[in-house]
């Protein structure tokens, strides 16, 4: 089978294909225009958000059996249409599900130990102690939003920490012995910290907003490992200033361009994004949780295992 790389992956994703007898094909450069005019003449594409493959892009991929995503999520895949062509989907929410429910434990405790702040502070010269003072995360209720390999992986991470876990999914009877399942309304009842964990699709775009913030009865905190057009940054932003929401660690943002590579869509900088790169609330990085050294080998041999069980 003809190959198609489309972004760079760990060079084992090209070994182990062509130990399996595959043609790889690199073309990391070509416009999707240009890769349209050749998509014809491949049986399989391994991507990560280059860009969409849509229906569009995928009608004139006649012969393709399977799209490989090095990544969790399968929002720049026109799966509705994938399928009804046949096309095996192979995503990799094994492969960097650990890493992700690192980046957020890590975003998490940071957040509650002002470590931002004081190393900040320290290194301009100033020794606050009680300043800094943090709290802990003893005796607090996470709720987990999306209960799949993400919610999971954080679940099992806060065990021996002596918190409640609590769980809200789309799906029922997802709940296990790190996280029980509730309805979404115990979940705002009872929350301390809110970590989000669901894929991008149209009834999880613009799920976090100024309804759903204001439902919960306690001030909490906010943790997005997830997809930033998930939240709605302005009411985000609404609920920090309001205290609401007592500090958010923000992996991904509203802003993001669909390729992830980059922050924005245009050029400006939106009155929201103004506000949280200057709160002293927020900690912020660049799509970067399920990104670690392990997690790009694990990312690739969890597509070429489940190609090669597929196809082999």
Same mark, same amino acid.
Request: proline share 2%; with cysteine; glycine share 8%.
């Given at each position: 089978m003809?190959?198609?790389?489309l972004?760079?992956?760990?060079p084992?994703i ?5 130990? @399996?007898?595959? =043609?790889?094909d ?10 349209? =005019? ?18 569009s ?5 006649? =012969? ?6 090095l ?14 062509k046949?096309?095996?989907l192979?995503?990799? /929410?094994e ?6 429910a ?17 190393d900040? =502070?320290?290194?301009s ?16 209720t ?7 390999n993400m ?31 509730v309805g ?11 970590s989000?964990? +669901?894929?991008q ?5 613009a ?10 009865r306690n001030?909490?905190?906010?943790i997005n ?5 998930? +939240?709605?940054?302005?009411? @985000?932003?609404?609920? @920090?200033k309001?205290?609401k +929401?007592?500090g ?18 245009d050029?400006?900088? /939106?009155e929201?994004?103004q ?7 927020v900690?912020?990085?660049?799509? +970067?949780?399920g ?7 694990? @990312? ?13």
């Open positions: 003809k190959i198609l790389h972004d760079i992956n760990h084992l090209l070994e182990q294909f062509k130990e @399996l007898g595959f =043609q790889n690199e073309d990391y450069t070509s416009t999707k225009e240009e890769v349209v =005019q050749k998509i014809h003449a491949y049986d399989g594409i391994i991507i990560r958000s280059r860009f969409a493959l849509d229906e892009f995928l009608e004139k991929a006649t =012969q393709l059996k399977f799209i490989g995503r990544g969790a999520g399968l929002e720049n895949i026109d799966t509705r249409f994938a399928k009804s046949g096309i095996f192979a995503a990799a /929410p492969g960097n599900r650990n890493a992700v690192e980046h957020a434990l890590g975003m998490l405790l940071a957040l509650f130990n002002k470590l931002k702040v004081a900040h =502070q320290v290194r010269g100033q020794w606050d102690r009680e300043g800094n003072r943090g709290i802990e995360l003893e005796g607090k996470v709720g987990i939003i999306g209960y799949g919610g999971k992986a954080f679940a099992k991470k806060l065990q021996g920490f002596d918190t409640e876990v609590i769980c809200y999914d789309i799906k029922g009877g997802v709940g296990d012995g790190n996280a029980r399942q979404i309304l115990e979940l705002q009842q009872r929350c301390d910290v809110l989000l964990h +669901v894929p699709t149209e009834s999880t775009i799920m976090i907003n100024s309804e759903f913030l204001n439902a919960f001030p909490f905190w906010f490992t997830a997809r930033g057009k998930c +939240v709605v940054t302005k009411d @985000l932003v609404a609920a @920090l309001s205290g +929401v007592l958010a660690g923000l992996d991904v943002l509203e802003y993001e361009k669909s390729s992830f590579e980059d922050m924005f869509t050029s400006t900088l /939106p929201a994004f506000y949280l790169i200057r709160s002293e609330k900690l912020l990085s660049p799509h +970067v949780a990104w670690t050294v392990e997690s790009k080998i694990k @990312l690739a041999q969890t597509v070429v295992d489940k190609i090669k069980a597929q196809f082999c």
